[in-house]
């Protein structure tokens, strides 16, 4: 789609082709509040919402062509979406199994633009999804995805906790501790910048001693508070 900057967008992606419409019509604005709507609930399938929706739409302005009544047309498409339900209800088959689970992850990830690492990736979202499972439901809030420059796709991994994105004070800081205490604190451990043009002259070894001496006792004292 091209919209009215001139910017195109090459996808074959149904969601992001119904973001970037720029739609004014009321029945295609419909169509594309559907595949947000699906896309925000179930992330996938858009596309074929917009389909089945677009067929609907066709076959409804068939119906009013031939003079049926729009109250007529309302009450049979109801009927036949509980039907629908019912139908479904019956054909549906339990996905308790990861391998299951992964056959759905990776075709809603084919022509994502990460097709070579979709079976990493697929077995990571599974797995996941199961981790934070609930009565049967798995809020995707609960997930967090945390990018970072430098690696692969595939050298992404699952981590069950909290990832923090923060260097570390030193480099002498220990990379693993087993049986951690943690503190989650409200505000930093450091010492707030002097909004001053005052300098400090440091003429000895001594005094730039002290002088981190002082520095460190002021953290430790915010510590003990």
Same mark, same amino acid.
């Given at each position: 789609?091209?919209?009215?900057?001139?910017? =195109?967008?090459?996808?074959?992606?149904?969601?992001?082709?119904?973001?970037?419409?720029?739609?004014? $019509?009321?029945?295609?604005?419909?169509?594309?509040?559907?595949?947000?709507? $699906?896309?925000?609930? =179930?992330?996938?399938?858009?596309?074929?919402?917009? #389909? #089945?929706?677009?067929?609907?739409?066709?076959?409804?302005?068939?119906?009013?062509?031939?003079?049926?009544?729009?109250?007529?047309?309302?009450?049979? *498409?109801?009927?036949?979406?509980?039907?629908?339900?019912?139908?479904?209800?019956?054909?549906?088959?339990?996905?308790? %199994?990861?391998?299951?689970?992964?056959?759905?992850?990776?075709?809603?990830?084919?022509?994502?633009?990460?097709?070579?690492?979709?079976?990493?990736?697929?077995?990571?979202?599974?797995?996941?999804?199961?981790?934070?499972?609930?009565?049967?439901?798995?809020?995707? %809030?609960?997930?967090?995805? $945390?990018?970072?420059?430098?690696?692969? =796709?595939?050298?992404?991994?699952?981590?069950?906790?909290?990832?923090?994105?923060?260097?570390? #004070?030193?480099?002498?800081?220990?990379?693993?501790?087993?049986?951690?205490?943690?503190?989650?604190?409200? *505000?930093?451990?450091?010492?707030?910048? =002097?909004?001053?043009?005052?300098?400090? %002259?440091?003429?000895?070894?001594?005094?730039?001693?002290?002088?981190?001496?002082?520095?460190? %006792?002021?953290?430790?004292?915010? #510590?003990?508070?």
């Amino acid at each position: 789609p091209t919209n009215s900057l001139g910017d =195109v967008t090459v996808t074959n992606d149904g969601a992001t082709i119904m973001r970037e419409m720029e739609i004014n $019509q009321p029945a295609a604005r419909m169509l594309v509040e559907t595949a947000k709507k $699906q896309e925000e609930i =179930v992330g996938d399938g858009t596309t074929s919402v917009v #389909v #089945v929706a677009g067929e609907l739409l066709s076959k409804a302005e068939e119906l009013l062509e031939d003079g049926i009544a729009t109250s007529v047309v309302v009450k049979g *498409y109801r009927n036949a979406t509980k039907k629908a339900v019912e139908l479904l209800k019956e054909i549906a088959i339990d996905a308790d %199994d990861e391998e299951t689970l992964k056959k759905v992850a990776i075709t809603a990830m084919s022509g994502k633009g990460s097709d070579y690492a979709k079976e990493h990736l697929a077995d990571l979202v599974v797995k996941a999804a199961l981790r934070i499972e609930e009565d049967g439901k798995s809020d995707i %809030d609960n997930i967090n995805i $945390q990018r970072v420059s430098g690696d692969s =796709v595939e050298d992404s991994f699952l981590a069950e906790g909290i990832i923090i994105d923060k260097a570390p #004070v030193s480099k002498n800081m220990p990379k693993d501790i087993k049986d951690a205490k943690i503190a989650i604190m409200k *505000y930093p451990i450091e010492l707030k910048d =002097v909004n001053t043009d005052s300098k400090i %002259d440091i003429t000895s070894p001594d005094q730039f001693e002290a002088f981190l001496k002082q520095e460190e %006792d002021m953290i430790k004292e915010l #510590v003990d508070k």
